[in-house]
């Protein structure tokens, strides 16, 4: 089936890379909903941000606004409840032993993903979109392209029904995360992403920086400034 005339369910956090897969997946398809998740995050904040990010690109762009569909959240307090992270509990973000940051939350996006397809089979949806990515990441495993094309054919056998999951992001840099925005809206979609959107994992909104509001100095603050001067950089060259 031709994309433009399949429906998408896109994992909507409300940060940097999701709202980029919103946008691509705007521009790709005929129909497009959300879904976010409410896990108990200690960045919880996001769940707001998320509204305002919907509601700006459907007035900036007009031709994602009739594409753009129903809005999605679902209550997985439970996964807060048995995960013990530094999303999930007020604690340092340090690195563990195993070589992973705290930061990680075990099966999150496996959850994110069977959840999600659950309503995009109700919803008339065969396309997920993701903002997945093992480029520029802290190294979580439900992160990479293997786990993630595993979960493809486990969700389409156990649903009797091929679910594509779409991973735009999965091999490019923040770097070129900027730049594909640039490229889908402009210059006016990336000062809404600096704007709008939120992807610091300690939830602050208080300081704006040239990439976007943070603590500026948590792995995704951290990563997010890093690939927003590499972009600027390589644009001024």
Not at 156 to 168: Q, R, Y
Not at 185 to 192: K, Y
Not at 208 to 231: I, Q, S, V
């Amino acid at each position: 089936m031709d994309a433009s005339s399949r429906k998408a369910l896109v994992l909507f956090s409300g940060g940097q890379d999701s709202t980029a897969c919103l946008a691509w997946a705007l521009e790709r398809y005929a129909e497009v909903e959300t879904i976010g998740f409410d896990y108990g995050q200690r960045h919880r904040i996001e769940l707001e941000c998320r509204q305002t990010v919907r509601a700006e690109l459907a007035r900036q762009f007009p031709q994602w606004a009739a594409k753009l569909g129903e809005d999605h959240v679902l209550d997985l307090a439970l996964l807060g409840q048995i995960s013990d992270t530094a999303l999930t509990a007020e604690r340092a973000i340090e690195m563990q032993a195993n070589g992973l940051p705290n930061t990680f939350v075990p099966g999150r996006n496996l959850l994110f993903l069977t959840f999600a397809a659950t309503l995009a089979y109700r919803r008339g949806a065969s396309v997920l979109v993701g903002g997945m990515c093992e480029t520029d990441y802290s190294g979580y495993p439900d992160c990479r392209d293997n786990t993630l094309k595993a979960l493809q054919v486990a969700l389409s056998l156990g649903l009797d029904a091929p679910m594509t999951l779409e991973t735009p992001l999965m091999f490019i840099t923040k770097a070129q995360t900027w730049a594909m925005t640039e490229q889908l809206g402009g210059a006016a979609l990336n000062a809404l992403i600096v704007e709008h959107t939120h992807t610091c994992y300690l939830g602050e909104r208080g300081t704006l920086h040239a990439w976007g509001h943070g603590c500026g100095h948590c792995p995704a603050c951290e990563l997010r400034a890093k690939g927003y001067n590499e972009f600027i950089a390589a644009v001024a060259h």
